[in-house]
Each structure stands twice: as C-alpha cells, then as structure tokens.
C-alpha cells in the first residue's frame, strides 16, 4: 500500500467523523477504529522490508525546482514510531468509546482524534524538512482542539492556550532552523541532511540552526525551561491525555532529536543544551510528581520526567546511549498509556481523581488495580518488567559517561535520586489509591468497569510483562531496526539480557528502589501530619504564572502601541499607510538608485490622452462630492472605473477589460448596500468656522502632498518597468508555450489556470476565507439606530405616508406593489444571463473568458434578483447556500490538483484529451476546465456571501420596523389585525417556511 495512504485515510476518516450524528457513538468509534487498526496492519506488513535494511519511500512531486516535493519515507525509526502511534491509537479508540458520555459532541472528539492521528503520522514519515514541519504544526493545532475539548471548562481552555502558544512558537523556530540546515546541505530532503553530518557541523551557521531547531524539539516535548504548559494539558478528556502523553505530541520532541541526531550530535553544544535540559527536567518533573493528588498531575509530571531521561540520553553523545532513549520510547508508550487508562477508569467508576479521597480501590477494582499496579512497577523500574531494562541501560550510561570530572560523579548521582523519585511518585499511585481502608465519601461506588473497556489496559500491561521477562525473544529485532537509522551506522555492542551480575548499575538500582522507597513513607508521614501541601522549594517558581505574566506584559505592551499609533479616524488610517508604503518603496531604491531604461516609448495619441483627461477629471470630482454627496461620487468613480477598461482592451488586454467590467459591476453594488448603513454627516459636529478653515486647508494640502508623491512615485516605477529592456526568452515564454504545453490559445487563462495555477489556488482559498470572514463579522452587525429608518422605496409606500411613521395603522393599510414590471423583467434576464457566463466559462482556455469573470456574470445575475425582488423573496423561491458553494469550489480544485498528483504529476499539471462525440464532433477538454469549475464555484459562493450578508441587514429594518407596526397598532383595532392575520395565513407552505423568525433586538440577522 502507498505511503500516503497511511497519512491521508486518518484526515479522511476525520472529514467523515465531522459530519455524522452527534448519538452515532456506535459509527463513531468503529470508523475510527478501523482506520486505526486497518493502517496499524498496514505499517506491521512493512517490516520484513524495513528489517533488511530498505527504506520504503514515495515522492510526489510539488516544485522541484525549490526543492519542495511531498516525500514519505519508512525506515526502523520511522516505523516503529508509526506502531506506536496508530497501535496506541487503536487501543486508545476502543477505550474512548466506553469512556466518553452519550451526552458529548462524540463527532468532534472523533474528528480531532483522527485529524491528529493524521498530523503525527505525517510528521513520522516526512522525507523533506519543509513538510515535516508543517505537519509539525499541524500537530500543535489539533492537540490544541483536543485539549481544549471541553471548552466551556476555563481551565480547560486556558490548557490548551499555553499548549498552542508554547509548542507553536517553538514551532516556527524550528521552522526557521530547518531553513538554515537545508540552507547549509543545499536541499531540504532529509536522505541528504541526514549523510551531511561532517558538512553541517563545520559550517558557521551550525548553532544557529542547532538552537532553533532544538527551541521547537524542547517545547513540544516539554523540557525545561518549557515543563510548565504539560500538567495544564491535563484538563483534556482522558483518553487524549493517555494517547498524547505516550505515543504522540510530547513524543515528537524526542522524534526530533532521534531523528536528527545522526547530523547533530556529536558536538560541545548539543551536549550541553540537550543534555542538560533533559537532566534538569528529569529531576524538576520528578520532584514535582510526588507532591501531586491528582493522578493526572502525578502522571503528567512523570511524564516529563521520564522524557527528560530520554533526552538526557540522546545529548550524551553516545551511540549506545541512543539506543536506550529507543528502547525507553517503546517502554514509556506502554506503561504511560497503560497508566493514564488505568487513572481514567478510577475516575470514570469512582467520580474523583483526588488521591486524598480514593482508598482502598482494590476490594472494589480488583482487576484494575493489579493491571495499574503492575504498570506502576514498570514506571518505577521494578525487575522482571520492561522499565527495568531500558532503565538499567540509562544507569550505565550515566556511569560510563566520558566528560569533566565532576559530571561523572554528578550524573551517576543524579540518575540514582531520580529513580529515587519515581519510586516513590509510584508508590503513591498504588499504595495510597489502591491498599489502604476502603474509601467512604466518593462520589460513586467504584465497580470494575466494561470488559472491553479494560481491554486495551490489559494488552498494554501485557506488552511490559513480555518484554520485561523475554526482551531479547519479544523486542530484540525491532529495537534493533529502529535504532540503527537513529544511530546512523553499525549498532553499537549491547544486551537485552535480564541479569547482567552485581555491577554499578544494579547497584543503583538497588539503591533506587531503597531510597524511593524510604522516601515515599517520610513523604507520607509529613502528609499525615499536613506538613506537605506544594513541592517545596517550587513553590514561587511557577511556569504558569511566569508564562501568563509574560502574556500580560505583551497584552500591555501591545495595548499600549495601539493607543500611541493607533486612531478611529478612517482618514489617519489611510495616512499613515499610504506613508508606510511610500517609506517601505523609497528606501531600497534611495540605497539602490533608480533607472528608466532605454526602450523607446510609443507615440502619444490623442484619443488616448483625452480619455485619461476625462478619467482624471472624473477622479478628482468624485473625490470633491464624496464628502456631502456619496452617491454622486460614486457614479463619477464608476466613470473612472470604465476609462480603465476602455485602457485595458486598448492595450489589447480583452480579457482584463472584461473581468474589470464585471468586478466595478460588482464592486458598485457593494458600496451601495454600504452606504445604506452609513449615517448622515453631522454638523454639529465641525470644527468652528475660522479653525475649520485653517485646518482644513492644512489638511489638503498635505493630502495633496501625498497623494502627488505617491502618484507620482508608482507612475515611476511604472515607467521605469516599462522601459526595461526584457529577454526574449522571458516575454515570449508565455506566448509561445501556452498551446503546446497549457493547452489553450488564451495566454492569460493558461497563466492562471495552469502555470500559475498554484497561485490562482491561494487566492480563491484567499477569496473564500474573506467570504466566510465578513459573513461571521456581518452577522454581529448592529447598524445605528438613526439608520434604520427604511427607504419610501424600499417600504413599497407612497412618500406621503412613508415619511410619516406616527401612523402606523396608515402603513398597514396603504401598501403598495413595489417594482413590478422590472422584477418580472429581471427574471426573464437570468436564464439569459446564465447562458452568457456558461459560453464565457466554455471558451475561456481559448479566447476571453474564463472561471472567474463567468463566476461574477452569473453573481451579478443572482443579485439583480436580490435587488428588484428583494431578499426574502428570492430566498423563498431560490435557496442558494453560498457557503456550500464556497465549499464546493475549494473541493473541487483541490481534487484537480490532486488528481495529478496522483498520476505523479506536479501539483495541478494539465493534460488535456480530445474526445470525438456523437452528433457533436471533435472535443477539446482540458484538465485546467475542472480546476476553472472550481474557481467559478467559489467566486459565486463568495460575491453572494459577502452582499447578501450585507443585504441581510434589510431585512432586519424590515422586521425592525414590522415590529414598530404591530405593537403600536391598537389591540381593539380587530379588522386590521383580522387583515393582518389573513394576510398571513395566504401564504405558501414554502413561504411559510422560509419565513425568518422575528429576532430580538440584540439578535443577529438570519
């Protein structure tokens, strides 16, 4: 099966988990389970291959030419990670669906699981930097949404705001770093970067590459100084905290480092940095851990400690020490998972994770307290269970450490205390919630929970029995595939055996267990006397705050620079920006210099220079009457607007004069459901007549400044670009390759559909997320008070009795028929109007036309019938869900766009076929047309969101005013009220249904 495969089902089973019932658990959590298991089987089938020494690897190519392609490739790291995440996964799926509520939004939880599970796989198999780091933070994203699942719980979205803030600014750092290792290697692919160890590690911008990157392995894996956001993580549902904490986002980290540690250890720096922050966070997380009465907490901050032993190992530098931060990866995902599930069923059957509370779970859980228990000992490294071994493996490579004399002392030391601490972090989560008097005030009666509910626990604590007694037998060959590519060589001389004789490591064990012990019953005595209530010595040492005072100081910073630079005034605004721009644009050509070039211009001709006068002329006079007589100057700027076009197809540039023409169309009719809601200017408010004076002419003319500096600057740099002299080769690419390679005789509709197709892609996305964005800003919009008096026209009333609202009774009874003859009229125009933006659709790959000009046709056609007929009318009779259009356009070229990928094409490569049709003849269909339909799509989807929304607010006057009416009539008057009533009831069911509820005042519009 393709590797793409692996990473595209679990995004596919997210989209279907988004839009199914909220009660459908049951379909829930078998289509996520199977996506898990099918790809879990999947990546298993691969082993055979990867063991041998192959590399699986798929490569779909992008932009070559940057180095940008989308490359997945599989060995032992990769594929033992890939276990880890979609077999914890499946485990973890089988567990939520007996741990989630009927009453939660199951379909979300779903979706995000799947989305997340998607976004780690990805980061697992990516082949290019570039990629891996988008799937990186696409990682932060969703564990984001996870974590703030239960949004309507503070804490729980505070949690998920550090979690996003941390990791997704280590993120970009990271990102960054990737550009400079791929900057230093001359290519981003990762076959490359990992065999150019010796080159990157000589090269001067080493460091800097080394910190970023390392900035973004540290915050995702939480190591200090950025342990603080993981226990906040903990207020996500529980079986996200089991899969995040074992087998996914804070396991990245340590990926990165193992990954890249072939090109980036071996050096002073990574030493110390990687080094010591995993021993410092071994120690913090530790300490931390056994001061915690939450089993969530006590397990979130055991889990920091314990990646701080797997980057304490990858920073020794030492290869056998590499292969013990693999081998404890694998043990950690089972313990820690085993564990979290284990502090959920408490939960789930007990009501309380309060260890003060819970005592004596073992009458009463008894299967489940043996499977916690027994995964406890495996976290504490008891013999006979697999964190024994990967533990005794850390404790030799501390006493074997090659550096200064005192870190060889200090880190034999430091190994043995923090032992010390998981023993005793563990001893709290067994002995205190499971031994002990049978607890009496909890909120249920804890019973074991669903069969199948414990299962995974089982499997898991299965897996560290197995490997803790036969680790050679049960994990030899695996360990051995995932760590050689992390090593980057020959495997280093180690044993899996249980009993290696009396050495310095069993030693420390034993000493480990001991002191753990030792120190879990002074601990307990000094809680029993309630002598110990926070860790001491941490106690004013708190991330959290450290972080939200630093959020604080940024709001401040950021509040403070608004109220200095910023301003409500509309025209500061547009000063301050046009100022920047001119800055921004003179300054590199005042260091560069500025060269007009030596092709000879074309005559003036005449024509040309008076329609540019009147052009000029319209300009300057609608800038005159906008300040007392907006729609005048709006007219006058339409007249700007056509001598542009008229400019356009003088320059033999058809298909941008048509495209303006619709787009001022389009833009007209914009403002003016704008300047519906603008009030009238008040005068009152000017300034007094001798100031308003002075500063209004000082205001002009330093308008006028600018605006004849910037002006005259882009008219400039126009000619001066103009004037360049351009090889052939460059002005005549398009011209010459547009029918042979793009398939079309319309060079501009082949630019945009197809070598610059990618852009023309981000633009409507571009387009559509502004569509979505002011319908979601217009449906909050409150329009003042003193404008929502409607229009004579608009209420369908003569002047006389419209103008007169203290009648109310009179309005009721005198309206009238509004528009008629052209509503008919606009009616009969739309099929014609339909036609012409399909025949400009169907030949714009070979003559002026296209997807986006055909698109603003057929909008325009669509809101004429909001104009005439008015919103509620066409609504009634012709639903049209621009937002599913929008939705649609995006799909639509997203499919083309894969659909060559798919082939192993670049993304959206054309072809183009010839079809020979019955009756019809020869037909030349290009790929690009689907991509085109795409485009039409959404640029109709987007124009009628954005000015119906606006139109919207219509009809809210309307109601606003139909409100007005019924109130003020009188509750004798019983003839209007029986019209009114008669009135209703005539309508149709389809109108009846349509028919928007009366909203509030302080409502949105429908």
């Given at each position: 099966?393709?590797?793409?495969?692996l990473v595209?089902?679990?995004?596919?089973g997210?989209?279907l988990?988004?839009?199914?019932?909220?009660?459908a658990?049951n379909t829930e959590s078998?289509?996520?389970?199977l996506?898990a298991?099918?790809?879990?089987v999947?990546?298993?089938?691969?082993?055979?291959?990867v063991?041998?020494g192959h590399?699986p690897s798929q490569?779909?190519?992008w932009i070559?030419?940057?180095g940008?392609?989308l490359v997945?490739?599989?060995?032992?790291f990769?594929w033992?990670?890939?276990?880890?995440?979609?077999?914890?996964?499946s485990?973890?799926?089988?567990?939520?669906r007996y741990y989630?509520?009927?009453?939660d939004?199951?379909p979300?939880?779903?979706?995000f699981?799947?989305a997340?599970?998607?976004?780690?796989?990805?980061?697992v198999?990516?082949g290019?930097?570039?990629?891996?780091?988008?799937f990186?933070?696409?990682t932060?994203?969703f564990?984001?949404?996870?974590?703030g699942?239960?949004?309507?719980?503070?804490?729980?979205r505070?949690?998920a705001?550090?979690?996003?803030?941390?990791?997704?600014?280590?993120?970009?750092?990271?990102?960054a770093?990737?550009?400079v290792l791929?900057h230093?290697?001359?290519?981003?692919?990762?076959?490359k970067?990992?065999a150019?160890?010796?080159k990157?590690?000589?090269?001067?911008l080493?460091l800097?590459a080394l910190?970023?990157i390392?900035?973004?392995?540290l915050?995702k894996?939480?190591?200090?100084?950025f342990?603080?956001?993981l226990?906040h993580?903990?207020?996500a549902?529980?079986?996200v905290s089991a899969?995040?904490?074992?087998?996914?986002?804070?396991?990245?980290?340590?990926?990165?480092?193992a990954?890249?540690?072939p090109?980036l250890s071996?050096?002073?720096?990574?030493?110390w940095?990687v080094?010591?922050?995993g021993?410092?966070?071994l120690?913090?997380?530790?300490?931390a851990?056994m001061f915690?009465n939450?089993l969530?907490g006590?397990?979130?901050?055991?889990t920091?400690?314990?990646?701080g032993l797997?980057?304490l190992?990858?920073?020794?530098?030492s290869?056998?020490a590499?292969v013990a931060?693999?081998?404890h990866?694998m043990?950690?995902a089972?313990?820690?998972a085993?564990?979290?599930?284990?502090?959920?069923?408490?939960?789930?059957e007990?009501g309380?994770?309060?260890?003060?509370?819970?005592?004596?779970?073992r009458?009463?859980?008894p299967?489940?307290s043996?499977?916690?228990?027994v995964?406890?000992a495996a976290m504490a490294?008891?013999?006979?269970?697999?964190?024994?071994?990967?533990?005794?493996m850390?404790?030799?490579?501390?006493?074997?450490v090659?550096?200064?004399p005192?870190?060889q002392?200090l880190?034999?030391?430091?190994?043995?205390v923090?032992g010390?601490?998981?023993?005793?972090?563990s001893?709290?989560?067994t002995v205190?919630?499971?031994?002990?008097?049978?607890?009496?005030?909890l909120p249920h009666t804890?019973h074991e929970p669903?069969?199948?509910?414990?299962?995974?626990?089982?499997?898991l604590?299965?897996?560290?029995v197995v490997v803790?007694t036969?680790?050679?037998?049960s994990?030899g060959s695996y360990?051995?595939?995932?760590?050689?590519?992390v090593?980057?060589?020959?495997l280093?001389?180690?044993?899996?055996?249980i009993?290696?004789?009396v050495?310095?490591?069993?030693?420390?064990?034993l000493i480990?267990l001991a002191?753990g012990?030792?120190?879990y019953?002074?601990?307990r005595n000094?809680?029993a006397?309630?002598?110990v209530?926070?860790?001491?010595?941490m106690r004013h040492l708190?991330g959290?705050?450290l972080?939200?005072?630093?959020?604080?100081?940024?709001s401040?910073?950021?509040?403070g620079?608004?109220?200095a630079?910023?301003?409500q005034r509309?025209?500061?605004q547009?000063l301050?920006?046009?100022?920047a721009?001119?800055?921004?644009s003179t300054w590199?050509l005042w260091?560069r210099?500025?060269?007009?070039?030596?092709r000879v211009?074309?005559?003036?001709?005449p024509?040309f220079a008076?329609?540019w006068?009147?052009?000029?002329?319209s300009?300057?006079?609608?800038a005159w009457?906008?300040?007392?007589h907006r729609?005048a100057?709006?007219?006058l700027?339409g007249?700007t607007?056509?001598?542009?076009c008229?400019?356009?197809?003088?320059?033999s540039?058809?298909?941008?004069a048509l495209?303006?023409?619709?787009?001022?169309?389009?833009?007209?009719?914009?403002?003016?459901?704008g300047?519906r809601?603008?009030p009238?200017?008040?005068e009152?408010?000017?300034?007094?007549a001798?100031?308003?004076?002075?500063?209004t002419r000082?205001?002009r003319?330093r308008?006028?400044a600018v605006?004849?500096?910037?002006?005259?600057?882009m008219a400039l740099l126009s000619?001066?670009?103009m004037?360049r002299?351009?090889?052939e080769s460059?002005?005549t690419?398009?011209?010459?390759?547009?029918?042979?390679e793009?398939?079309?005789t319309?060079?501009?509709?082949?630019?945009?559909v197809?070598f610059?197709?990618f852009?023309t892609?981000?633009?409507i996305i571009?387009?559509?997320?502004?569509?979505?964005?002011?319908?979601a800003?217009l449906?909050?919009f409150?329009?003042?008070?003193e404008v929502m008096?409607l229009?004579?026209?608009?209420r369908?009333?003569?002047a006389?009795?419209?103008t007169d609202l203290?009648h109310?009774?009179?309005?009721a009874?005198t309206?009238?028929?509004?528009?008629?003859?052209?509503?008919?009229?606009?009616r009969?125009l739309?099929?014609?109007?339909?036609?012409v933006a399909?025949?400009?659709f169907?030949?714009?790959?070979?003559e002026p036309?296209?997807?986006f000009?055909a698109?603003l046709v057929f909008?325009?056609?669509?809101l004429?019938?909001?104009i005439?007929s008015g919103t509620?009318w066409?609504?009634a009779?012709?639903p049209?869900?621009?937002r599913?259009?929008?939705?649609a356009g995006?799909?639509?070229?997203l499919?083309t766009g894969?659909?060559?990928l798919?082939?192993?094409y670049?993304f959206?490569?054309?072809?183009?076929?010839?079809?020979?049709l019955?009756?019809?003849?020869?037909l030349?269909i290009a790929?690009?047309?689907?991509f085109d339909?795409?485009v039409?799509?959404l640029?109709?989807?987007s124009t009628?969101?954005?000015?119906t929304?606006?139109?919207?607010?219509?009809?809210r006057s309307h109601?606003?005013?139909q409100?007005?009416?019924?109130?003020?009539?009188?509750?004798?008057d019983?003839d209007?009220?029986t019209?009114?009533?008669?009135?209703a009831?005539?309508a149709?069911?389809?109108?009846?249904a349509?028919?928007p509820?009366?909203?509030?005042?302080h409502?949105?519009?429908?």
């Open positions: 099966m393709p590797l793409i495969t595209l089902l679990p995004f596919i997210s989209l988990a988004a839009v199914l019932p909220t009660n658990r078998t289509l996520a389970g996506i298991v099918f790809c879990t999947q990546v298993a089938l691969y082993f055979p291959e063991a041998a590399i490569t779909l190519v070559p030419q940057l940008l392609n997945l490739r599989m060995d032992g990769a033992m990670f890939s276990m880890l995440v979609l077999g914890v996964g485990l973890v799926v089988l567990y939520a989630m509520s009927a009453a939004p199951v979300r939880f779903f979706s699981f799947l997340f599970m998607g976004a780690m796989v990805g980061v198999l990516s290019n930097l570039i990629q891996l780091a988008l990186w933070e696409l932060s994203l564990s984001f949404l996870l974590i699942y239960s949004h309507h719980r503070k804490d729980a505070r949690g705001r550090m979690a996003l803030t941390v990791t997704a600014t280590g993120g970009l750092c990271m990102l770093g990737m550009l791929g230093m290697v001359g290519s981003y692919e990762l076959e970067v990992l150019s160890a010796t990157v590690q000589a090269h001067p080493y800097t910190v970023l390392l900035l973004g392995a915050t894996s939480a190591q200090f100084p342990h603080f956001w226990p993580a903990m207020a549902p529980t079986p899969y995040l904490h074992s087998a996914t986002m804070v396991k990245a980290g340590v990926f990165l480092l990954r890249l540690w090109v071996g050096t002073e720096p990574w030493f940095i080094g010591g922050a021993l410092l966070t120690l913090i997380g530790g300490y851990a915690q939450d969530k006590l397990l979130a901050y055991s920091i400690s314990h990646l797997i980057t190992l990858l920073g020794l530098n290869p056998l590499a931060a693999v081998f990866i043990n950690h089972t313990f820690k085993s564990l979290f599930m284990a502090a959920g069923l408490i939960d789930h007990s309380t994770r309060d260890i003060r509370r819970l005592s004596g779970l009458r009463m859980m299967m489940t043996t499977l916690a228990m995964a406890s490294g008891v013999p006979l269970l697999n964190g024994f071994l990967s533990k005794e850390f404790f030799a490579e501390a006493v074997l090659d550096a200064t005192w870190l002392w880190l034999p030391v430091a190994a043995t923090a010390m601490f998981s023993v005793a972090y001893l709290r989560f205190d919630v499971f031994w002990g008097p049978a607890a009496t005030d804890p669903p069969h199948w509910m414990r299962v995974p626990v089982e499997l604590v299965l897996a560290c803790g036969l680790p050679a037998w994990v360990l051995a595939t995932a760590a050689r590519p090593v980057g060589g020959d280093p001389t180690y044993s899996l055996a009993w290696h004789g050495n310095k490591p069993l030693i420390m064990s480990a002191g012990t030792a120190l019953l002074l601990l000094q809680r006397h309630g002598r209530d926070a860790p001491p010595l708190s959290k705050q972080f939200e005072s630093w959020l604080t100081r940024v401040w910073a950021g509040r620079a608004r109220r630079l910023g301003t509309l025209q500061w547009m301050w920006l046009v100022c721009a001119v800055v921004a590199p260091l210099g500025l060269h007009l070039g030596e211009g074309l005559p003036l001709s024509t008076l329609l006068i009147a052009g000029g002329i300009a300057l006079a609608g009457q906008a300040k007392y729609l100057a709006l007219a700027l007249a607007g056509l001598c542009v008229i400019t356009f197809l003088w320059f540039a058809p298909d941008l495209t303006q023409i619709v787009v001022e169309v389009v833009t007209t009719i914009l403002i003016l459901l300047l809601w603008l009238k200017r008040d009152s408010l000017r300034p007094p001798r100031a308003q004076g002075y500063q000082l205001r003319w308008d006028l605006a004849l500096i910037a002006g005259g600057g000619l001066a670009m004037r002299p351009f090889p460059t002005s690419f398009f011209l010459e390759r547009a029918l042979t793009g398939g079309g319309n060079v501009v509709n082949v630019m945009l197809d610059r197709g852009d892609f981000g633009e571009v387009l559509g997320i502004v569509a979505l964005t002011v319908y800003l449906r909050r409150r329009p003042a008070r008096d229009p004579p026209q608009q369908a009333l003569p006389d009795v419209a203290a109310p009774r009179q309005v009874d309206a009238i028929g509004y528009l008629t003859v052209p509503a008919v009229l606009v009969l739309l099929p014609f109007a339909t036609l399909v025949y400009l169907m030949r714009g790959h070979n036309g296209g997807g000009v698109g909008s325009v056609a669509l004429l019938q909001y005439v509620t066409v609504e009779h012709l049209l869900y621009p599913r259009w929008i939705g995006m799909l639509v070229a499919a894969i659909g060559s798919w082939f192993g670049p959206l490569t054309s072809h183009t076929a010839h079809l020979h019955p009756w019809v003849g020869d030349h790929s690009a047309l689907f339909i795409g039409f799509t640029v109709v989807g009628l969101l954005i000015l929304a606006i139109a919207h607010q219509s009809v109601r606003f005013h409100r007005a009416m019924e109130e003020a009539l009188a509750p004798e019983t209007t009220a019209r009114l009533n008669a009135s009831s005539t149709t069911p389809a109108q009846t349509k028919r509820q009366q909203p509030q005042p409502q949105g519009a429908q």
